[in-house]
């Protein structure tokens, strides 16, 4: 019964998503800089950073022999945005006498800080991550998750980042954040609709109904290498691995994501159909995020969720690994 009232949940947030953008609000989940510069004045630009000194720093370029313009000093920002600082997508929980670190932040304690950075409600937001590695882009879908888990305000990354606006030469600014409050409400609680836990994939390990993700690099994923924080080698038994660099390509100097079409093909070709249950994860939940981004959002399946703790948390808590092949010592 509990699995039939969360399948309802998600296709009725799956409908609210996709009458946005029939409404014409955004186009979807995936804006161009072109669309973004000519809209400026419909959304709000929510740039997520990790050295909030970036935001107010001059970017300076350079021009190669082959006369191309690439970004020496990553600096400044698309005028009137707000900043969101990406540490604040991170926060330590008990969870069954376990100290789980990474983990999303709760309803009340993310409206805070979506406030504090000045997000409005009901307002279209166009999150910018800075673009520079894929890691931004993980940070920028992290922070989707939360927008959508606890409000309906729709919501969009834009393709390229901050270096893709810079390097076409758009305006930018070096402006101090803004300071004004913000009157984003924690409106909704889905947060169980795009996020997994422990108990949520231990199931679909043993049932084998929902898909199991795993966006790691091929090496920790065969059980060569592990971060320091997961306490086991190897992956989740009936895991498929879709590595995070399948997700985009680099053109120009800029981190481009990939079309629907070739997006199906690169899910499919690792042995995930996309359009039934799946739960994304990585060694904290970070890098499965961009994962379920696509998925969830690119895609339309509504049934895709991330799992937040992840391998630390998974192994922390001792559950099942498997290691095809011997650690590297």
């Known amino acids: 019964m509990k699995t039939l009232k969360r399948l309802a949940t998600a296709a009725a947030a799956g409908l609210l998503a996709a009458s946005a953008w029939a409404q014409g609000v955004l186009p979807g989940p995936v804006v161009s800089t072109q669309w973004l510069a000519d809209h400026l004045d419909k959304v709000q630009v929510v740039e997520i950073r990790n050295d909030p000194k970036s935001f107010t720093r001059e970017p300076e370029f350079e021009t190669t022999k082959d006369g191309k313009k690439v970004l020496d000093e990553f600096g400044g920002h698309i005028p009137g945005s707000r900043l969101f600082l990406a540490k604040e997508l991170r926060t330590e929980r008990d969870i069954a006498g376990n100290k789980v670190k990474y983990l999303l932040p709760e309803k009340a304690a993310f409206e805070r800080v979506a406030q504090a950075a000045g997000i409005l409600a009901d307002k279209p937001i166009v999150v910018v991550p800075e673009g520079q590695k894929i890691a931004d882009f993980n940070d920028a879908a992290r922070l989707i998750i939360l927008l959508k888990a606890y409000a309906?305000?729709?919501?969009?990354?834009?393709?390229?980042?901050?270096?893709?606006?810079?390097?076409?030469?758009?305006?930018?600014?070096?402006?101090?954040?803004?300071?004004?409050?913000?009157?984003?409400?924690?409106s909704a609680d889905r947060f169980a609709r795009y996020v997994a836990d422990s108990p949520d994939v231990a199931a679909a390990m043993e049932k084998k109904d929902v898909q199991l993700l795993d966006a790691r690099a091929p090496s920790m994923y065969l059980g060569l290498f592990k971060r320091d924080y997961v306490y086991a080698y190897g992956h989740?038994?009936?895991?498929?691995?879709?590595?995070?660099?399948?997700?985009?390509?680099?053109?120009?100097?800029?981190?481009?994501?990939?079309?629907?079409?070739?997006?199906?093909?690169?899910?499919?070709?690792?042995?995930?159909?996309?359009?039934?249950?799946?739960?994304?994860?990585?060694?904290?939940?970070?890098?499965?995020?961009?994962?379920?981004?696509?998925?969830?959002?690119?895609?339309?399946?509504?049934?895709?969720?991330?799992?937040?703790?992840?391998?630390?948390?998974?192994?922390?808590?001792?559950?099942?690994?498997?290691?095809?092949v011997p650690a590297a010592m």
């Not at 990354?157 to 600014?173: F, H, K, Q």
């Not at 970070?286 to 391998?311: I, K, T």
Request: aromatic content about 8%.
């Open 152 to 186: 309906d305000t729709p919501v969009a990354m834009l393709d390229g980042g901050m270096v893709a606006w810079l390097l076409e030469g758009r305006p930018w600014s070096k402006d101090a954040p803004t300071t004004m409050a913000g009157t984003w409400k924690a």
């Open 236 to 324: 989740i038994p009936g895991a498929r691995n879709v590595p995070l660099e399948t997700q985009f390509v680099t053109r120009g100097g800029v981190i481009r994501l990939l079309t629907p079409e070739i997006y199906r093909a690169v899910f499919q070709a690792q042995g995930i159909d996309p359009s039934k249950p799946v739960i994304t994860y990585c060694n904290s939940g970070n890098d499965s995020s961009l994962p379920w981004f696509v998925l969830s959002e690119v895609l339309g399946n509504p049934q895709a969720r991330n799992y937040d703790g992840s391998l630390h948390q998974w192994t922390l808590e001792k559950r099942a690994m498997t290691a095809p």
